[in-house]
């Protein structure tokens, strides 16, 4: 039998390095925008959470920063989240997503929300997003891509798919579909033009 050698932690205790960085702390040159694009599912993991702080970090640093919601990601700028009423929270962190995006906007950050997503997909009015999101054109989405590039703009574009395998049909057997034991694979993309 294995045995583990050493103290057990306690909590303040540390159990890694982290004060050691390797890069230094860029910050913004003057004017430098930034286009960060969420086609990410909501509230089912921690993907679109993660990326709003980065948002919020990468204002911090001086950018002039945009989050462009579409596809499930528009779910993100839904202000009729809560239980039993709008803005409750029956948990703690279920409204963790609109603290974050409300801390982004009051930093200075802008929010754009696909109208198409939110209310064909999900019946979302323009009038049911937080107070601070402008709805766009899901044209407008391509046209925030070749804005930034030209530009020149710091761009993350964060996309979560849902995989699903397909049983072969050896022996005469249906093909079938299974859920990977893994729900979402977060496939992200930076791009400095």
């Known amino acids: 039998m294995v045995q583990i050698v050493g103290e057990r932690v306690k909590p303040g205790d540390a159990i890694v390095d982290y004060e050691e960085k390797v890069l230094p702390d860029y910050k913004a040159e003057e004017g430098q925008t930034a286009y960060v694009f969420f ?3 909501p509230f089912e993991g921690s993907v679109g959470l993660v990326n709003l702080l980065t948002c919020t970090r990468i204002n911090r640093k001086g950018f002039d920063t945009s989050i462009i919601l579409y596809g ?3 779910l993100i700028a839904a202000a009729t989240r809560g239980y039993p009423r709008v803005g ?3 948990f703690p962190g279920e409204q963790a997503y609109n603290k974050q995006l409300k801390t982004f906007m ?5 929010v754009y929300a696909c109208r198409f997503s939110a209310a064909a997909l999900y019946g979302m009015r323009e009038v049911d997003m937080l107070e601070g999101v402008k709805a766009i054109n899901p044209l407008d989405v391509l046209d925030f891509t070749i804005q930034a590039y030209r530009e020149k703009a710091l ?3 964060t996309w979560t798919v849902w995989l699903q395998t397909v049983a072969g049909a ?5 093909l ?3 859920k990977i034991d ?3 694979v977060t496939r992200t993309s930076t791009t400095i033009a």
Do not use: I, K, W
């Open 39 to 41: 086609h990410t599912v």
């Open 72 to 74: 499930p990601g528009s």
């Open 88 to 90: 409750d929270e029956p």
């Open 106 to 110: 009051d930093e200075g950050g802008h």
């Open 155 to 157: 761009v993350l574009s």
């Open 170 to 174: 050896r022996n005469g057997r249906r």
């Open 176 to 178: 079938s579909r299974q």
């Open 182 to 184: 893994s729900p979402a």
